[in-house]
């Protein structure tokens, strides 16, 4: 039941092909069915295609998706599985197989954001505050993401060029990657070593990319790589829903691709099956105005729907009133579930007014794409001293937290120590309080390190004896004085008063663990790896609450855009850098999320920074006056009603009210 264009996509197997798939017009069943016809038509086995997507969410759905449409082979009882991955999976796999031609060992590391900083921070010179350090580390991430090392930079910024030689040799003497090496690395191998490379390209005999757009310089140039051989590569994408340029992302790769592959066939889905014709005509006449190396407008057979509502408030508190009593209304009005209703915003400290609103009027609601609980640098040093408690062999938390607090231990101590450890095939933590390796290092390092073992040891048998979890992390925190450490580190009162919350807030949840399951501490953190924030939360009827990057690749029945004014969206560092089209596409795939209804609201005042109440400069976005006069209503020709459409607008309020109540 594919359309045509559809059709053609999936069955074109001669060469590369651009499936330019606009939003809500099928693109992940093009890509699992391209994966289909390929088996079924015997042009290819499971093991030659490699599809490629951004999250580990999206490529789970798109296997579950493909696995039912194919059948896999068994070997020894287990069903075989598809190559589907993300970008940074498929280098990781790329790098653990040809192990022994890169500068690491078997069991290397992943180090986070958190654990890099640290790295970056002991190479700077002494006093270097956490902006300085913080723009060092995106410095270097942003090299990383271009595809450029150390030695390949003509750059005006030398300290982070120092920085970044120094900071990649403590990585391979931590036997450890970044994230971004996972394809910084796997590109470095492939160029260097042709016998890989030919390895690789033999094996990729199609490639399949999911949200193309949103590949940046050294993904596109690994993607090249691996196709030079066969050149079947296959992008799936949306020029007009590039909307993650702050992390790299080009969205003229679309152009570099027509250029590298002259041979490309571009076939354009335009076909939507999510909203009206309402709501695509009034977001083409946003995007219209951006630059596109190729043309599509969207079209819809589910009717013109209703006109999209803009709605101007003298105050965020009236919006969130507004929006509050709306989505009550509608819902009793339409008998839908909450789970209808979307409010979607361009940041996520506009959500804080919408939710106190919603809490005072008991309206169930799930913030999506926020902070996890368990991504927060307190909460990721307590599971990493957890971790190391039930796992003396986790080399990872170790390193995390062995300046944690700070304990005045070098990262070219840790490295050598790391290395010596390696070499005796002994943990960090055994090599931590063992003389010998001790004897190599500072005295005074060696003698901050072995008191930090012998305190862990000490609470390690505690959990060897089976104390309660909580008993354990409340001794935990006091022993290593992390209260009085988050007090010296933090910036003001209000960071001193959350970072204290947040430690507080685990104790309190580990204690209700231990009281609900009498579990002990090696249990409570087999159960850790499996919690998310959300899950608990997963299937409840509830408004869902999103920033406009999170709302991506979903759709809503109702869409609630708030805070649509000049300076917040377009955000007024894009309009001081003129990079208007990036925040233009956001406001696209604001609106392509809306299936049958769209509303969207601005302020008129709004509080600055400081908390002092002025007048928009601008009032509402540019984007709002570029949306056209026939799809809207409430906006540009003054709306007036009439005494009778006013009562009886009236009337329909109170029959709504009267049917909740009874």
Known sequence: MLNPQQQSAVTYCDGALLVLAGAGCGKTRVITEKIAYLIKSLKATHHDIFAITFTNKAAKEMAQRAVKMVSLPEVEGKRERL???????????????????????????????????????????????????????????????????????????????????????????????????????????????????????????????DEYQDTNGSQYRLLKMLVGKHRNIICVGDDDQSIYGWRGAQAEN???????????????????????????????????????????????????????????????????????????????????????????YRSNHQAKLVEQVFRSKDIPYVMSGGRSFFDFNEIKDLMAYIRL???????????????????????????????????????????????????????????????????????????????????????????????????????????????????????????????????????????????????????????????????????????YMVGVEEGILPHRNSIEEETIEEERRLMYVGMTRAMRNLNISYVKKRKSRFGQEDECETGPSRFIDELPQKYISGYGIEQKESEADKKKKKLSHLAALKAMLD
């Not at 890099?116 to 410095?139: F, M, Y």
């Not at 403590?170 to 016998?195: G, M, S, W, Y």
């Not at 969207?298 to 009133?321: M, N, R, T, V, Y």
Request: charged share 25%; glycine share 4%.
């Open 389 to 559: 408690l039930c796992n003396p062999k986790d080399n990872s938390a170790f390193l995390r937290i062995v300046n944690v607090p700070r304990r005045g231990i070098g990262s070219s101590s840790l490295a050598k120590l790391a290395q010596v450890a390696e070499s005796k095939h002994i943990s960090y933590f055994k090599a931590a309080g063992n003389d010998e390796v001790l004897s190599l290092l500072p005295k005074r390092t060696a003698q901050k390190l072995k008191e930090f073992q012998f305190n862990v040891a000490k609470l390690q048998h505690q959990v060897l004896a089976n104390y309660n979890a909580d008993k354990i992390v409340d001794t935990l925190v006091d022993d290593i004085d992390y209260i009085a450490w988050i007090a010296q580190t933090s910036k003001d009162k209000i960071s001193k008063h959350n970072r204290t919350k947040l430690v507080y807030d685990f104790q309190k949840w580990i204690r209700g663990f231990t009281e609900k399951k009498n579990m002990g501490l090696i249990d409570v953190a087999a159960q850790i790896t499996l919690q998310t924030n959300m899950e608990d939360k997963a299937n409840e009827d509830a408004v869902q609450m999103m920033t406009l990057h999170a709302a991506k690749g979903l759709e809503f029945t109702h869409v």
């Open 254 to 344: 679309l152009a570099i691709l027509k250029h590298d592959f002259p041979e490309l066939k571009v076939v354009k889905l335009e076909q939507n099956y999510r909203s009206t014709q309402t709501i695509l005509g009034a977001a083409h006449g946003v995007i219209k105005h951006n630059p596109h190396e190729f043309d599509k407008k969207l079209w819809s057979d589910l009717g013109a729907g209703d006109l999209i509502k803009i709605i101007k408030f003298d105050s965020p508190e009236a919006e969130a009133q507004q929006l509050c009593a709306e989505i009550s209304y509608q819902r009793v009005l339409k008998k839908k579930s909450y789970s209808d209703y979307a409010v979607l």
């Open 83 to 209: 190559n589907i991955s993300t970008f940074h999976s498929l280098g990781m796999r790329i790098i653990r197989e040809e192990i022994k031609h890169t500068p690491y060992r078997f069991g290397f590391s992943i180090f986070d954001s958190s654990e890099t900083h640290n790295i970056v921070k002991d190479l700077l010179p002494k006093g270097s505050n956490r902006e300085q350090i913080n723009q060092v580390q995106w410095q270097i991430s942003a090299w990383k993401n271009e595809g450029k090392r150390a030695d390949e930079l003509d750059t005006q910024f030398q300290l982070a060029q120092v920085v970044y030689n120094q900071y990649q040799q403590r990585l391979v003497d931590f036997n450890a990657l970044d994230f971004d090496d996972l394809i910084l690395q796997t590109l470095n191998l492939l160029e260097t070593n042709n016998e890989v490379l030919s390895r690789w390209q033999e094996k990729m005999k199609f490639v399949l990319v």
